[in-house]
């Protein structure tokens, strides 16, 4: 494999293994090789990768510090601030409706886009870097923060649930995730003096999995 600082995995329809990496691009593995896509040799627009997503056409959309990249298998598609309704070239998360419909966490906002129209929207109190956010559905997402802990997005209408109310682990949010069960799923860094760990929340309450030490995070949950 190219590299060893490794960001994303994402599975495409054909059983082939997508990953990210921070200095090297993306790198493709079909259980017999590994094929790395950099800046020396395709359109992607950065080499530090930070999320990846497969859509219903089984194009690999990947989302970097510097745009958006939308690779075929054969040619790319470059979404930056230059070419598109995007306002942060800083993408965090992206993730689809079934309706194909594309919604995407930057450093700055978050981003609709349904295949023609892009449409921005911004937290009114600038709280808007998003590290990543759960579709439930067509106007319900579970949005988490870098800094600020967690926001619903429903009706188009940004609503923070504050942490004194809820006591969710901490104000920085990694990964959001719902379960069969239905229980969407937290996983948080620290933050000041409270522990990184996991949070469960059942439409109610929050309930906490704290970790041995105040130091260790956790980045992903699925």
């Known amino acids: ?10 599975l495409d329809d054909n059983n082939v293994k997508w990953i990210g990496s921070i200095d090297k691009g993306l ?10 896509y950099d800046m ?16 219903n056409q089984n194009r690999v959309w990947v989302g970097t510090d510097a745009g958006i990249g939308i690779f075929d298998g054969s040619s790319w598609i470059v979404y930056t601030e230059n070419n598109s309704g995007l306002t942060n070239d800083y993408i965090n998360k992206i993730r689809f409706q079934e309706n ?10 978050l981003v609709k886009f349904d295949g023609i ?17 759960y579709i439930e559905s067509e106007n319900k997402l579970y949005i988490g923060t870098k800094l600020n802990g967690v926001f619903l997005f429903e009706n188009e ?12 682990c901490t104000m920085t949010v990694s990964s959001i995730e719902k ?35 105040f130091q260790y995070k956790v980045n992903h949950i699925f």
């Open 40 to 55: 020396t040799n395709s359109s992607i627009p950065s080499n530090r990768i930070n999320c990846i997503a497969i859509d």
């Open 179 to 213: 379960d069969n069960s239905n229980i969407v799923w937290f996983c948080f860094f620290f933050f000041f003096i409270e522990r990184s760990g996991i949070s469960r929340w059942d439409g109610s309450t929050f309930t906490n999995i704290h970790l041995v030490s």
């Open 1 to 10: 494999i190219q590299s060893n600082s490794l960001t994303a995995i994402a």
């Open 100 to 109: 194909g419909t594309t919604w995407i966490g930057t450093a700055g906002n």
């Open 117 to 133: 129209n892009w449409s921005v929207f911004n937290e009114p109190a600038g709280k808007d870097w998003i590290n990543d956010f």
């Open 157 to 168: 209408t940004f609503s923070w649930v504050p942490w004194w109310n809820y006591i969710y």
């Open 27 to 36: 790198i493709r593995y079909d259980e017999i090789s590994f094929l790395n």
